[in-house]
């Protein structure tokens, strides 16, 4: 059953009741867009984040290539039955659904993976006959929410660490299951150096990192030996990789001097240590600890590993600790932080504080004949209120170079061709601002993804990670703080604006009558 689970049943039940019902109305086949967005940033609690990072697109193509409804998918359909006992899906759209259900109808626009990305953006644009782009909304959803959550996670663990920092993910254990090695590989876009994920790791091109756990040592402890004797063996069998959890029995009576004491051996015999793990207790005054006692002993080049319940915020605390408690201790709190590495699992890759991303699938636009007629979703929650229309997306560079804005223009727009351009708040009438093109710059965030087939090749995990990197240095620093950061403007054109007024006018007067 996984291939049924994992191909285009991976659905909810009212996508397949909706296109029964396009079909009988016979307008399954009209043109129809979709956008894909977010509504806002995940707020963790304490903290909040200012930007996304978009993850998860390749994984959606990929598995856009195979999700068809073949004769074993077409089998459960039939045996769905309505309250009544008869067949909930007919035979002739079951037929229909046999030829064309596929994705080869559809065309896609996305925002290129590892890029950052702001709420109410369209990420991406899905046009194609209407009964094809809806049967895609929740794989669509389920893939790119979840990735572009756990991308942001960990840049905003990158932002804490540093950017020379060494970050691990090792979070498979904690993951939801099923969900592992899609954390792996958005925590991988986002920030992380390397993971504990074997499979995914070497997917992606990387080599696996870890050391070892506690039960290694308690293991040698129940058999009569002790922690000196697991260190050996370990250090034994992997002496140029040897990185040892030192907090088992005491860190700073047992666990150092023992780690110092193999570190010593593997010396003598031409090896060089690489570090010690801390996995309990305030982290970063042992940190300060483990730097005294291995630079006193000639190890100031060994790692210090942290790891247990790790986040940003932990982060950002544990290296302000640092600063102001090393220097009593005699340890430069500098050399100390760039020594230190981060092993970030539960709070990485289950999003902690922010278990989901409100990110939705909504139809702005149908063709009817040669004419796109806009379509709008009004509530009494402006930020549920839709931008309608075929639109372009922009992000909009200011005179330092920096990100200022992204933009939605209509389809038809060429805003690059404007001396001057106005951009209007989302959803609040007084907000403006006007630019001078001849100070700015604007770059076109969408490209074609799929037409019909694949466009986009599998692109290595270093282009976007370096994608998301250069994107992040390009943020203003305010949008970047990890506590109450700066917000970055989204923003409509004037026409988009004027059509999107119109059409709430429209629709509210119509109410009234």
């Known amino acids: 059953m996984a291939s049924l689970t994992e191909g285009i049943l991976l659905t909810d039940q009212y996508q397949l009741t ?115 782009a809806q049967l895609l909304e929740t794989a669509l959803l389920n893939k790119l929410n979840f990735e572009t959550l756990i991308a942001t996670k960990s840049s905003r663990i990158r932002e804490a660490a540093g950017a020379a920092a060494y970050i691990l993910d090792m979070g498979l254990r904690r993951a939801a299951s099923g969900a592992g090695n ?123 590993v942290l790891s247990s319940e790790l986040d940003e915020l932990v982060i950002w605390q544990i290296h302000t600790q640092i600063r102001e408690e090393a220097p009593r201790y005699g340890v430069d709190a500098d050399a100390l932080i760039r020594r230190l590495v981060f092993g970030v699992g539960t709070r990485m890759v289950t999003s902690w504080g922010q278990p989901a991303l409100n990110g939705v699938y909504k139809v702005v636009a149908v063709r009817d004949g040669e004419e796109w007629k806009p379509a709008i979703k009004v509530s009494e929650s402006i930020e549920k209120v839709l931008n309608p229309g075929r639109k372009k997306v922009w992000r909009l560079y200011d005179e330092r170079g920096l990100a ?52 986009l090749e599998p692109q290595p995990l270093e282009v976007l990670r370096e994608r998301h990197r250069k994107d992040v240095e390009l943020l203003d620093p305010g949008v970047r703080r990890l506590i109450n950061p700066h917000t970055y403007h989204v923003s409509l054109s004037s026409r988009l604006w004027q059509l999107k007024n119109q059409m709430i006018e429209a629709l509210t007067q119509g109410e009234g009558e």
């Open 18 to 132: 909706m296109a029964q019902v396009y079909f009988r109305l016979g307008i399954h086949e009209k043109p129809a867009l979709f956008e894909y967005f977010y509504r806002k940033n995940p707020d963790y609690g304490q903290h909040q984040a200012g930007y996304g990072v978009f993850a998860g697109l390749d994984p959606l193509l990929r598995w856009m290539e195979t999700a068809r409804f073949g004769a074993e998918e077409l089998e459960v359909l039939r045996s769905h039955k309505t309250r009544a006992g008869k067949p909930l899906f007919g035979a002739d759209f079951l037929a229909w659904m046999g030829r064309n259900g596929s994705f080869d109808g559809l065309t896609l626009r996305a925002v290129a993976e590892g890029r950052v990305v702001h709420p109410q953006v369209p990420l991406v644009a899905i046009e194609g006959p209407l009964a094809q």
């Open 404 to 455: 200022s804005a992204d933009l939605l223009t209509l389809f038809d727009e060429d805003p690059c061709a404007e001396r001057s351009l106005t951009l209007h708040h989302p959803s609040e009438a007084g907000k403006l601002r006007r630019v001078n093109m001849e100070r700015c710059r604007l770059e076109p965030l969408h490209a074609e993804v799929w037409r019909g087939k694949r466009l």
């Open 182 to 304: 899609a954390a792996t590989r958005a925590a991988l876009i986002g920030g992380a150096n390397r993971s504990s994920n074997v499979g995914m790791s070497h997917e992606l091109g990387l080599q696996a990192a870890g050391t070892h756990a506690h039960s290694m040592v308690q293991a040698f402890m129940a058999l009569g030996m002790g922690e000196l004797e697991a260190f050996r063996a370990f250090a034994e069998v992997y002496p140029d990789d040897t990185v040892l959890l030192v907090d088992t029995v005491d860190v700073l009576e047992s666990g150092i001097p023992n780690a110092v004491k193999v570190f010593e051996e593997l010396k003598r015999k031409g090896h060089r240590p690489i570090g010690i793990r801390l996995d309990s207790g305030d982290l970063a005054y042992l940190s300060i600890r483990a730097a005294q006692m291995l630079d006193k002993a000639g190890f100031a080049d060994v790692s210090i």
